[in-house]
């Protein structure tokens, strides 16, 4: 992807993640969204903040990621929050493992890649393609959800990706370093999952990492 490209894509993302918060303020009173970090929520304990809005839609069942901070524009509703939120665990927790269970279970058969890399399957078997990627070169790759925005029928993400380079890529070999880039994923919700997101990571960072040179 050529640098006027990416910085294309980023205005695109940095737009779009920017109406998504004007959309959740514009369309509900000042205290329609709600932002707390998990910081906040471990100092109040178990049943302060974990009680309410909006850390009451975070699905805590076991070995599915978490938020570390997340806004919810309330307008929406508690149930369809709720199923947004979950909706963005599934997706992340499928990327901070690679488990196909978790992908099928948040994404849909018809699902659209619209800031599809070169190379890269369209549909459902893009993320598949990626992710086993992704883990021939870092292994031990995990996916921390570090900020999840809820406003409509977008689910808005900042991801940290991290682990070692100790298998290959591009026909390097890894000697172990540490690997850690960030991306920004907008997930649009169907009904009863994602259909089509755009998104970007920071592919330079990683590839200086990885020690390889852009193409």
Not at 34 to 48: D, K, L, M, R, W
Not at 85 to 90: G, H, I, S, Y
């Amino acid at each position: 992807m050529t640098g006027t490209t990416h910085m294309r894509i980023r205005t695109i993302l940095a737009a779009a993640s920017a109406a998504l918060c004007s959309v959740a303020l514009a369309s509900a009173p000042a205290t329609a969204t709600s932002t707390v970090s998990a910081a906040a929520v471990t100092a109040a304990g178990p049943h302060g903040a974990h009680a309410s809005w909006p850390w009451n839609l975070v699905d805590r069942s076991p070995g599915l990621v978490r938020p570390k901070a997340l806004t919810v524009d309330r307008s929406i509703g508690a149930r369809r929050a709720a199923r947004e939120v979950r909706l963005a665990q599934l997706l992340y927790t499928f990327w901070d493992t690679g488990d196909r269970k978790y992908l099928d279970a948040a994404v849909s058969p018809g699902f659209r890649d619209n800031t599809l890399p070169p190379g890269r399957p369209q549909g459902i078997e893009g993320p598949l393609f990626a992710s086993k990627r992704f883990r021939a070169a870092v292994p031990d790759l995990t996916c921390e959800l570090a900020d999840v925005l809820v406003a409509g029928d977008r689910i808005t993400a900042r991801l940290v990706f991290r682990g070692h380079f100790t298998g290959t890529f591009a026909g390097v070999t890894g000697k172990g370093q540490a690997v850690e880039f960030n991306a920004i994923d907008i997930q649009h919700a169907g009904r009863d999952k994602i259909i089509e997101d755009w998104h970007i990571e920071d592919n330079q960072t990683l590839l200086t990492q990885l020690g390889v040179t852009a193409s």
